[in-house]
């Protein structure tokens, strides 16, 4: 086996000290700075995020009033779900670590289109302050999905916040362009479509979606300003309006941006996995064409989400077994990644033991999704807590975890420090118990009837609700120390050198942190190039 031509590097400096005034960081082209900042961005909204959530589990301490009267809790119940979905969950991993590692992974200098790249952190930023400031100043009651036809008539501040929405939609697709045309034009001589990283995949995927789904959610948050500033009728049945139609068209995006924010996480899973267990995955093959297919399925099972919206039996039924489809991609993922750990030399570290944590919540709460998708079940759960517990096991979870086990097996590539290992294992077994306590609870209230959105609820269901707001304490410490812990890494931990993990994938094959133009000299694939089974060096 040949081992891979190193780059080098010596003389260039790293793209974090080759200029160091604000306007080079806000004016610049580097896909690297661009990554951090949509990355910093995103964690501040998260955040905020968090923060309302925070309230809102303290509010269900009680039955009753405890701390918000009914009015505002609609209000930040709705601006917890449109922060997390729309500034967070959607961005994070794809214009955060993909921007900063998918040139890298290709051994390319940049992004296709850099001035774009930069053009649509900044829509980001707009798209994010028009949301955040109309519901801050005005105030949305709708929840994150701003359903027609309330959404329609409601008295408060919908039209600015959609508006922003839709300018958040527009930085989505300006990310996915650039990043298919990046994979179809930037690869290296010698590299073919399956001699790619596996994270590669997961964001060649998501990108799909983003262009092809985007547009239609566009489309559709349109329309509900048309809606609420002018009285069309559009979605209201008082007006000669359905507003069946506007599930359909707002599911048809908002269930593949599902696996916008999943994909990416598989893709840092399936780095982690091979890196950490030092083999090459079961089968390749298999995780690639999986993510493609689940963003193919992704885009048939829109239905789900309208079992009791009055569709026939026929068409609840064909999409109840589409969806279940899904459920086959995915275990094709979970069995590759079992397979390559079996028998393999598993260094436990903070990555792998999110990875662990990943495989817990997604298999966990991917079992419930595939009970949701059988419609007798679903009409039970439909609108109660049980799918409130179902999201987050899968979506924030999933996410969350794929972001935190990719920033720690990256932070050396980023920042070319180490971070502390017992910290980060301690946030984690934080994050996990965190998970479980909030979680598991609201699985048993939906399954015994307790509407999600609800303000008050019946004193029955109080012992579940307090365990549920003490285990969001724990999840939020877990969190912020593992945050925290990373941000205290980038700029006190030890020195990691160029390549800690031993790690075959070319972005490891430039200096840690990389210089301005990656690579001083294009590379070529050479064989072995990615053959994870090697002996890692520093071992």
């Given at each position: 086996m040949t081992p891979p031509a190193q780059d080098s590097t010596a003389g260039a400096k790293s793209y974090l000290v080759a200029e160091t005034t604000w306007s080079s960081w806000l004016m610049t082209s580097d896909h690297k700075r661009i990554g951090i900042m949509f990355l910093a961005a995103t964690?501040?909204?998260?955040?905020?995020?968090?923060?309302?959530?925070?309230?809102?589990?303290?509010e269900h301490l009680t039955p009753h009033h405890t701390v918000v009267d009914a009015m505002t809790y609609n209000r930040l119940f709705t601006l917890h779900g449109v922060i997390m979905v729309w500034l967070f969950m959607i961005p994070a991993i794809p214009a955060g670590l993909g921007n900063f590692l998918l040139p890298?992974?290709?051994?390319?200098?940049?992004?296709?289109?850099?001035?774009?790249?930069?053009?649509?952190?900044?829509?980001?930023?707009?798209?994010a302050g028009i949301t955040l400031s109309a519901m801050l100043m005005g105030g949305t009651d709708t929840g994150w999905t701003f359903y027609t036809p309330y959404s329609a008539t409601s008295p408060t501040a919908?039209?600015?916040?959609?508006?922003?929405?839709?300018?958040?939609?527009?930085?989505?697709?300006?990310?996915?362009?650039?990043?298919?045309?990046?994979?179809?034009?930037?690869?290296?001589r010698g590299m073919g479509w399956f001699d790619m990283p596996l994270f590669v995949w997961g964001i060649y995927a998501t990108s799909i979606i983003q262009v092809v789904a985007t547009p239609v959610l566009g489309l559709s948050l349109a329309l509900v300003v048309l809606d609420h500033s002018f009285s069309w009728g559009i979605f209201d049945p008082a007006r000669g309006g359905d507003p069946v139609l506007f599930e359909h068209l707002f599911w048809f995006y908002s269930h593949p941006a599902v696996y916008i924010m999943i994909l990416p996480a598989m893709g840092v899973i399936s780095e982690v996995v091979c890196t950490f267990s030092r083999k090459n995955p079961l089968s390749y093959k298999a995780i690639a064409y999986s993510s493609l297919g689940i963003a193919l399925v992704g885009f048939l099972t829109w239905g789900h989400h309208l079992f009791?919206?009055?569709?026939?039996?026929?068409?609840?039924?064909a999409f109840g077994i589409i969806s279940e489809l899904v459920a086959v991609f995915s275990a094709i993922k979970v069995v590759t990644w079992l397979g390559t750990m079996y028998r393999g030399s598993i260094a436990f570290t903070t990555p792998m033991a999110y990875v662990f944590i990943f495989l817990f919540l997604f298999v966990f709460g991917g079992m419930t999704g595939v009970?949701?998708?059988?419609?007798?079940?679903?009409?039970?759960?439909?609108?109660?807590y049980f799918i409130v517990a179902h999201f987050h096991f899968i979506m924030v979870g999933g996410t969350l975890t794929g972001l935190i086990a990719g920033l720690h097996y990256w932070l050396p590539k980023i920042t070319g420090r180490l971070p502390n290992e017992r910290v980060g294992l301690i946030a984690a077994a934080l994050v996990l118990m965190g998970f479980v306590i909030t979680f598991v609870p609201q699985f048993l209230l939906g399954n015994a009837g307790m509407p999600r959105r609800y303000y008050d609820y019946p004193v029955r269901f109080q012992a579940l609700n307090v365990i549920s707001t003490v285990g969001s304490w724990l999840l939020s410490s877990g969190i912020l120390l593992a945050f925290g812990s990373l941000l205290h890494a980038a700029f006190r931990g030890p020195r990691a050198g160029s390549n800690p993990w031993g790690s075959r994938s070319f972005e490891w094959r430039t200096a840690s942190p990389p210089i301005t133009a990656n690579f001083e000299r294009p590379l070529d694939l050479v064989p072995g190039a990615y053959d994870y089974s090697v002996v890692n060096p520093h071992d």
């Open positions: 964690f501040l909204a998260m955040l905020l995020g968090g923060v309302v959530a925070l309230i809102l589990r303290i890298l992974m290709l051994g390319a200098r940049d992004v296709a289109f850099p001035r774009l790249n930069l053009l649509s952190f900044y829509v980001y930023l707009l798209g919908v039209a600015p916040v959609v508006a922003g929405v839709f300018v958040l939609g527009i930085s989505s697709i300006m990310s996915g362009i650039n990043f298919i045309v990046t994979t179809h034009a930037l690869r290296p009791v919206a009055g569709q026939s039996a026929y068409a609840s039924g009970a949701q998708a059988a419609m007798s079940l679903d009409v039970h759960w439909h609108d109660t």
